[in-house]
């Protein structure tokens, strides 16, 4: 289970502004959810830090136990690349996950196979894959772990539409629960039955299921109807059933969701 309670993350970096998250709350218990929201919102920032990438205040449990006081936790894995890039070849990562994880080498050889994925990839050293590839084997270790709980960022972005559904089927395939974060709208049919959250003006807001997400129309305000009220810098916007609105997929409403286009 990973349980979130009025989690505080600041980021700051002399001569940048800073960010802040605040106030997050989240209870993930025995399903796979995704985060949806626009960039910069925060949406990696609140996965390194359940990954124990980052401080934190409040409290983050990973089937109870706070995550910074985890040093490994066996049953938690992210494909985020702070976790792997470390220098040194694909190959020696399996080593050392196989170790530190318990990386199931011969699943990760198998999803390799069917990513079409030559094993001359693991001579590489990570960080001179293209980005697709990259993405690739960082997901399909920390899904061939076989991990309990899993945390993953843009598992979708720069891959191809073949190795796409490849690695939709892991994800559907192995870990009990996770986080899934994603901007790719074509991929979430493929994940009806999730729960979906929106971090949008620092408020993780939800859940909708995505099924209802797809099936739904956004209107401006609030509606007592509505399945779930967004606040979009300032503005209400509401996710309603049926045709009222324009639909959730269609041009121009994630833009109104996401705060693009002023509404
Ligand atoms: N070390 C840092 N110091 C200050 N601000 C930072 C730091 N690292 C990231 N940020 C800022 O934090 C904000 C959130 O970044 P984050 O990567 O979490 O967003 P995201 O929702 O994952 O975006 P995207 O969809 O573009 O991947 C951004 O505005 C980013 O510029």
């Known amino acids: 289970m990973i349980e979130l309670k009025n989690v505080r993350i600041t980021l700051s970096r002399r001569g940048y502004e800073r960010f802040d998250l605040e106030n997050m709350n989240l209870k993930v218990n025995g399903e796979k959810v995704i985060i949806l929201g626009p960039n910069g919102s925060g949406k990696t920032t609140l996965l390194k830090?359940?990954?124990?990438?980052?401080?934190?205040?409040?409290?983050?449990?990973?089937?109870?136990?706070?995550?910074?006081?985890?040093?490994?936790?066996?049953?938690?894995?992210?494909?985020?690349?702070?976790?792997?890039?470390?220098?040194?070849?694909v190959n020696d990562i399996v080593y050392l996950y196989e170790e530190l994880k318990g990386l199931d080498r011969s699943l990760f050889l198998e999803m390799l196979k069917?990513?079409?994925?030559?094993?001359?990839?693991?001579?590489r050293k990570l960080y001179v894959l293209s980005a697709g590839q990259s993405v690739l084997v960082r997901t399909s270790l920390a899904?061939?772990?076989?991990?309990?709980?899993?945390?993953?960022?843009?598992?979708?972005?720069?891959?191809?539409?073949?190795r796409r559904y490849v690695i939709s089927r892991y994800i559907?395939?192995?870990?009990?629960?996770?986080?899934?974060?994603?901007?790719?709208l074509d991929m979430l049919s493929l994940f009806k039955?999730?729960?979906?959250?929106?971090?949008?003006?620092?408020?993780?807001?939800?859940?909708v299921t995505v099924l209802e997400l797809l099936e739904s129309s956004i209107v401006e305000g609030e509606r007592e109807d509505a399945l779930l009220t967004i606040d979009v810098m300032g503005k209400?916007?509401?996710?309603?059933k049926g045709d009222s609105g324009m639909k959730f997929g269609a041009l121009g409403s994630l833009n109104r969701n996401y705060g693009i286009i002023n509404v």
């Open 114 to 123: 069917s990513l079409n994925l030559g094993e001359e990839i693991l001579r």
């Open 236 to 240: 209400k916007i509401s996710l309603v």
């Open 143 to 162: 899904l061939a772990s076989r991990p309990e709980i899993f945390g993953l960022d843009v598992p979708f972005e720069n891959v191809d539409a073949a």
């Open 172 to 184: 559907k395939e192995y870990g009990k629960e996770g986080i899934l974060v994603t901007h790719e």
């Open 49 to 89: 830090a359940i990954s124990g990438l980052l401080p934190y205040s409040g409290s983050i449990l990973i089937n109870g136990i706070e995550v910074k006081k985890i040093r490994n936790c066996i049953e938690y894995s992210t494909n985020l690349p702070e976790a792997y890039e470390i220098g040194i070849t």
């Open 193 to 207: 039955d999730y729960k979906a959250y929106f971090l949008v003006s620092n408020k993780l807001q939800g859940p």
